[in-house]
């Protein structure tokens, strides 16, 4: 019985590892600005201007790395 239990335990845990591995790591506000040179407040007004789109959670923006490269290459 106990190696059913750690063996479903195991299975779990690679499942949540790769589920881990294909969410992409978001960036803060803060991190976007320092990349980009520039001040939060900059970063804010691009949001708000849909320049830059983030990932709301909560009320916190994070921002994909893909969705910032998009951002520079476009020369905005």
């Known amino acids: ?7 479903r335990r195991v299975a ?3 499942e949540c590892e ?3 591995d294909s969410i992409p790591r978001l960036l803060t506000l803060v991190a976007v600005a320092e990349a980009l040179s520039v001040s939060p ?3 804010r007004m691009w949001v708000r201007k849909d320049r830059l789109r983030p990932v709301r959670v909560c009320r916190r923006l994070l ?3 893909a969705e910032v490269a998009r951002f520079i290459s476009e020369g905005r």
């Open 12 to 14: 779990a845990e690679s």
């Open 63 to 65: 921002f994909d790395p």
């Open 41 to 43: 407040h900059t970063v």
């Open 1 to 7: 019985m106990a190696s059913v239990r750690r063996s």
């Open 18 to 20: 790769m589920m881990a």
